[in-house]
């Protein structure tokens, strides 16, 4: 097996076990008492034929029966236990890994989300830490047991007859090398398996995101086709796996047959002779079915651990990623709070691109004024509004607010005052006074209503019967486009903020709207700072400031009046839209 693999399975699941050492050890005396009662099994079946059915003696039959019995009773009782409390640290060891995986994945910055890949985030975070989860419970419920059976029944193997201790070690040698054949093609097609999944998350999220687009271009076949692809692509691989565990227990059975009927033929024959005894064979059979059912053991082990090692390699690949944007050692904090924001020479280039998507970029939003960045598709809007709370970070020069480089400040310190409205807004499955009081849960019915009015939503708020308590499912499907804008500008509006960020926020609102939107925003809002990205000019008319972008350059900046005079590229903008209406 790869030895980087079970580093990886002993990273991730040592830190959690040393948690539970207390269940650990109760655990343990469990599986000895289950162990030691089986062990003594076989020996009184063998006495119950030599001295009881042998010599016709009632009484030893009872009295071996009734210990048999005791035996068995205490057996159950230990094994039941044992699974509950295997069961116990199981599943708590899982919902720590779990609880570990989703805090990283929380630090990530939109760069090391982009890496992984939010199907495979997912995957990771469920169906690789249940395979882990599975794991540990067979680990201690199964593998613990395994070695002492083996052990123990070849030690009262060979105390009841050491002539036939070559047949166990036969049977046990064949089987062993059974199991190191199978598990050494296990292995990789468990790690390709894994892949796989994602492989095929990847494209039903995408299909199912992208899905009326799809429709609309009469591309369902091609989809399908692509779905198919990957989907077969995983089958061919379960199927692999699924063969190769099918051939593993029936391995282990005929092994198993065979050893104790050579056991059974070799014991009669010394029977013949006068050198054993027939409970002795029955208690030796009954010893090499334990010895080879602890290999067996094992063997449902080997089923289970290599794909363990997988999941933990790539549930370790997250918990060991170093995030890309870190709170400073020495944070500073800004003696005031007035939102101002200051650009010096960004320059920004996503990881791996040969182009920066953002160049010598400087821009001073001063608290109070409205900020609007102009420009096309492509052009790095986004990515310029996405530096100031650092989602990612510049490549070069600086991004300051209140003062103070971002980078110089801890992101939740950075976060108070400021709210963020993204591109496409994606509520958060609840209600809506759950959406709205996101930012500010002590926030008044009041504020809410104040916050509805100036984004336009108060009207198909509370013109349904259920208002602030009507349902919103994941991502706000149930509501139209331009109610999910409205609704998570009201959302950023209520936490009070000193600077707001907007990325194109009006792009599925009427004019009438986004103009009585961004009216009551320059009423509301005398003192907050505002940075909007925008395409259309009517987004932008009123702003004290509009940046035009143009491959991640500033090619103009001014107010509505001096850029339609000044700059060429401004006029054509606004040319070309009034065109269209």
Same mark, same amino acid.
């Given at each position: 097996?790869?030895?980087?693999?079970?580093?990886?399975?002993?990273?991730?699941?040592?830190?959690?076990?040393?948690?539970?050492?207390?269940?650990?050890?109760?655990?343990?005396?469990?599986?000895?008492?289950?162990?030691?009662?089986?062990?003594?099994?076989?020996?009184?079946?063998?006495?119950?034929?030599?001295?009881?059915?042998?010599?016709?003696?009632?009484?030893?039959?009872?009295?071996?029966?009734?210990?048999?019995?005791?035996?068995?009773?205490?057996?159950?009782?230990?094994?039941?236990?044992?699974?509950?409390?295997?069961?116990?640290?199981?599943?708590?060891?899982?919902?720590?890994?779990?609880?570990?995986? #989703?805090?990283?994945?929380?630090?990530?910055?939109?760069?090391?989300?982009?890496?992984?890949?939010?199907?495979?985030?997912?995957?990771?975070?469920?169906?690789?830490?249940?395979?882990?989860?599975?794991?540990?419970?067979?680990?201690?419920?199964?593998?613990?047991?395994?070695?002492?059976?083996?052990?123990?029944?070849?030690?009262?193997?060979?105390?009841?007859?050491?002539?036939?201790?070559?047949?166990?070690?036969?049977?046990?040698?064949?089987?062993?090398?059974?199991?190191?054949?199978?598990?050494?093609?296990?292995?990789?097609?468990?790690?390709?398996?894994?892949?796989?999944?994602?492989?095929?998350?990847?494209?039903?999220?995408?299909?199912?995101?992208?899905?009326?687009?799809?429709?609309?271009?009469?591309?369902?076949?091609?989809?399908?086709?692509?779905?198919?692809?990957?989907?077969?692509?995983?089958?061919?691989?379960?199927?692999?796996?699924?063969?190769?565990?099918?051939?593993?227990?029936?391995?282990?059975?005929?092994?198993?047959?065979?050893?104790?009927?050579?056991?059974?033929?070799?014991?009669?024959?010394?029977?013949?002779?006068?050198?054993?005894?027939?409970?002795?064979?029955?208690?030796?059979?009954?010893?090499?079915?334990?010895?080879?059912?602890?290999?067996?053991?094992?063997?449902?082990?080997?089923?289970?651990?290599?794909?363990?090692?997988?999941?933990?390699?790539?549930?370790?690949?997250?918990?060991?990623?170093?995030?890309?944007?870190?709170?400073?050692?020495?944070?500073?904090?800004?003696?005031?709070?007035?939102?101002?924001?200051?650009?010096?020479?960004?320059?920004?280039? #996503?990881?791996?691109?040969?182009?920066?998507?953002?160049?010598?970029?400087?821009?001073?939003?001063?608290?109070?004024?409205?900020?609007?960045?102009?420009?096309?598709?492509?052009?790095?809007?986004?990515?310029?509004?996405?530096?100031?709370?650092?989602?990612?970070?510049?490549?070069?020069?600086?991004?300051?607010?209140?003062?103070?480089?971002?980078?110089?400040?801890?992101?939740?310190?950075? #976060?108070?005052?400021?709210? #963020?409205?993204?591109?496409?807004?994606?509520?958060?499955?609840?209600?809506?006074?759950?959406?709205?009081?996101?930012?500010?849960?002590?926030?008044?019915?009041?504020?809410?209503?104040?916050?509805?009015?100036?984004?336009?939503?108060?009207?198909?708020?509370?013109?349904?019967?259920?208002?602030?308590?009507?349902?919103?499912?994941?991502?706000?499907?149930?509501?139209?486009?331009?109610?999910?804008?409205?609704?998570?500008?009201?959302?950023?509006?209520?936490?009070?903020?000193?600077?707001?960020?907007?990325?194109?926020?009006?792009?599925?609102?009427?004019?009438?709207?986004?103009?009585?939107?961004?009216?009551?925003?320059?009423?509301?809002?005398?003192?907050?700072?505002?940075?909007?990205?925008?395409?259309?000019?009517?987004?932008?008319?009123?702003?004290?400031?509009?940046?035009?972008?143009?491959?991640?350059?500033?090619?103009?900046?001014?107010?509505?009046?001096?850029?339609?005079?000044?700059?060429?590229?401004?006029?054509?903008?606004?040319?070309?839209?009034?065109?269209?209406?």
């Amino acid at each position: 097996m790869n030895t980087s693999k079970d580093r990886s399975l002993r990273t991730v699941l040592l830190p959690h076990i040393r948690r539970y050492r207390l269940s650990l050890s109760v655990l343990l005396i469990l599986q000895l008492t289950s162990v030691v009662t089986m062990l003594l099994l076989p020996n009184l079946n063998g006495r119950i034929v030599d001295e009881g059915i042998a010599n016709a003696d009632v009484d030893a039959i009872v009295a071996i029966g009734i210990t048999m019995l005791g035996l068995a009773g205490l057996n159950l009782l230990a094994s039941v236990s044992a699974t509950i409390v295997g069961s116990r640290i199981s599943t708590g060891i899982g919902r720590e890994i779990r609880n570990d995986t #989703y805090s990283r994945v929380q630090d990530f910055s939109d760069s090391d989300l982009r890496r992984f890949g939010v199907p495979s985030l997912i995957t990771r975070s469920t169906n690789d830490t249940s395979q882990l989860q599975t794991a540990v419970f067979m680990t201690m419920t199964v593998l613990a047991t395994a070695p002492l059976l083996v052990v123990g029944g070849t030690v009262f193997a060979l105390s009841a007859n050491i002539q036939l201790a070559p047949l166990v070690v036969l049977s046990a040698s064949c089987l062993t090398a059974t199991v190191v054949l199978i598990v050494r093609k296990l292995i990789p097609n468990y790690a390709i398996l894994q892949t796989s999944i994602d492989r095929v998350g990847r494209v039903l999220r995408e299909q199912l995101a992208g899905i009326a687009v799809i429709r609309s271009f009469g591309r369902e076949q091609l989809e399908s086709d692509r779905f198919g692809a990957a989907n077969t692509d995983l089958t061919a691989t379960a199927r692999r796996i699924g063969s190769l565990q099918a051939v593993l227990l029936p391995s282990v059975l005929v092994i198993s047959n065979f050893g104790a009927a050579a056991v059974i033929g070799v014991g009669a024959i010394l029977v013949g002779k006068g050198s054993m005894e027939v409970g002795e064979i029955i208690a030796f059979v009954g010893y090499l079915t334990q010895i080879l059912a602890g290999l067996s053991l094992g063997a449902a082990m080997v089923a289970v651990l290599p794909r363990a090692q997988v999941s933990a390699r790539r549930i370790r690949e997250v918990l060991e990623t170093v995030p890309t944007v870190q709170d400073p050692a020495s944070p500073h904090t800004p003696g005031s709070r007035r939102g101002s924001v200051e650009l010096q020479g960004v320059e920004f280039r #996503y990881p791996g691109a040969a182009k920066a998507i953002l160049s010598g970029v400087d821009l001073v939003c001063a608290p109070g004024t409205t900020t609007v960045i102009l420009g096309g598709t492509g052009d790095g809007k986004s990515s310029l509004l996405s530096l100031i709370p650092r989602f990612s970070d510049v490549s070069a020069g600086r991004v300051l607010v209140d003062g103070i480089d971002v980078r110089d400040r801890r992101r939740d310190d950075l #976060y108070d005052g400021m709210s #963020y409205v993204a591109q496409v807004p994606a509520l958060l499955s609840g209600t809506l006074e759950s959406n709205l009081r996101l930012g500010r849960p002590e926030a008044s019915e009041a504020d809410l209503r104040s916050a509805l009015e100036i984004a336009c939503a108060d009207d198909f708020v509370f013109r349904h019967e259920q208002g602030l308590d009507q349902e919103v499912h994941h991502s706000g499907k149930n509501l139209s486009g331009g109610q999910r804008q409205r609704l998570a500008l009201a959302q950023a509006l209520v936490a009070d903020p000193r600077l707001l960020l907007l990325d194109d926020p009006f792009s599925a609102l009427d004019p009438e709207t986004e103009s009585n939107i961004s009216r009551r925003l320059r009423e509301a809002l005398p003192d907050v700072t505002v940075v909007m990205t925008a395409q259309r000019v009517s987004s932008a008319a009123g702003a004290d400031t509009i940046v035009v972008l143009t491959d991640g350059r500033i090619e103009a900046r001014g107010t509505h009046r001096e850029l339609s005079t000044s700059s060429p590229t401004y006029r054509e903008i606004l040319e070309s839209q009034a065109a269209l209406r």
